[in-house]
C-alpha cells in the first residue's frame, strides 16, 4: 500500500505570492489533516477534512485555506505569504474516526524569501 | 498551545544503552500516538496506545499510559545509531475531530 504523498517537497516563493500544496493520502483513508512545523512553534494543527468536509480548523489566518476531492486527495494554499510561513507543511491521513493511526507524509518545506 | 510536554528535551547515549522518555498531557484523551522524525523530514508513526491501554510493545519500543497521572513513556532498548531522532507524542481526544496535539519532542542522539 503506498504511503501518504505530498508535493512538492520543497518550494521557493517570495513574499506575497500564493502557493498550493498537495497531499494523497493513503488508498481507503478519507480523512486528511496538515499541520505546519515551525522551529519556533513546533508543530502546529491547520485543519482537517473529512469526505470533503472541514471538520476542524486550527489557529491561522484566513490566508491559510484547503480542500478535500472527492477522491480525498487534499490541498492547502496559503496566499499573500510572509516570511513567517516559511516551514515544513505536513499532512497526515487516517482511516477512521476514532482511536486509528495517523500516517504522515514527508513534508513540502516552503522557504518564503 | 501544547497539549504534550515531553521530557527531556535532549538525550545523547551510547549505542547499547536505553533511552526513556516522558510526556504529559493536560486534559483526558482517547489515545496517545508517538512519532519520530529524523532531520525536518516526515513524521514515522511508532505507536498508539488506547486510553484504556496501559503498555504496549513493538519490536525495541515499549510505551506505557498512566491516564491518572496524564503522562506516557517511551523506552527504546538497546539503542542504535539509526534511532538517533526527534521523537513527539501527541494526544488525540474524543472531539479533536482528527487534530492531534503534539508535545515539542525530545532529540535523541545515539552514539557508536
Known amino acids: 500500500k503506498a504511503g501518504v504523498t505530498q508535493t512538492p517537497r520543497y518550494l521557493i516563493k517570495t513574499r506575497g505570492q500564493q502557493v498550493t500544496l498537495s497531499c494523497s493520502p493513503i488508498s481507503g483513508h478519507r480523512s486528511v489533516s496538515w499541520y505546519q512545523q515551525t522551529p519556533g512553534q513546533g508543530l502546529q494543527f491547520l485543519f482537517e477534512y473529512f469526505s470533503e468536509t472541514q471538520r476542524n480548523k486550527g489557529n491561522f489566518p484566513g490566508r491559510f485555506s484547503g480542500r478535500q476531492f472527492s477522491n480525498s486527495r487534499s490541498e492547502m494554499n496559503v496566499s499573500t505569504l510572509e516570511l513567517g510561513d516559511s516551514a515544513l507543511y505536513l499532512c497526515?491521513?487516517?482511516?477512521?474516526?476514532?482511536?486509528?493511526?495517523?500516517?504522515f507524509g514527508q513534508g513540502t518545506r516552503l522557504t518564503v524569501v | 498551545s501544547q497539549q504534550g510536554e515531553e521530557d527531556p528535551q535532549a538525550l545523547s547515549i551510547q549505542e547499547g544503552e536505553n533511552a526513556t522518555m516522558n510526556c504529559s498531557y493536560k486534559t483526558s484523551i482517547n489515545n496517545l500516538q508517538w512519532y519520530r522524525q529524523n532531520s525536518g523530514r516526515g513524521l514515522v508513526h511508532l505507536i498508539l496506545?488506547?486510553?484504556?491501554?496501559r503498555e504496549k510493545h513493538s519490536g525495541r519500543l515499549r510505551v506505557t499510559l498512566d491516564t491518572s497521572k496524564k503522562s506516557s513513556s517511551l523506552l527504546i532498548t538497546a539503542s542504535r545509531a539509526a534511532d538517533t531522532a526527534s521523537y513527539f507524542c501527541?494526544?488525540?481526544?474524543?472531539?479533536?475531530?482528527?487534530?492531534?496535539?503534539f508535545g515539542a519532542g525530545t532529540q535523541v542522539v545515539v552514539t557508536p
Open positions: 496506545i488506547r486510553s484504556n491501554e
Open positions: 497526515a491521513s487516517r482511516g477512521g474516526q476514532v482511536n486509528t493511526e495517523a500516517f
Open positions: 501527541a494526544t488525540d481526544k474524543d472531539d479533536s475531530w482528527g487534530k492531534l496535539q
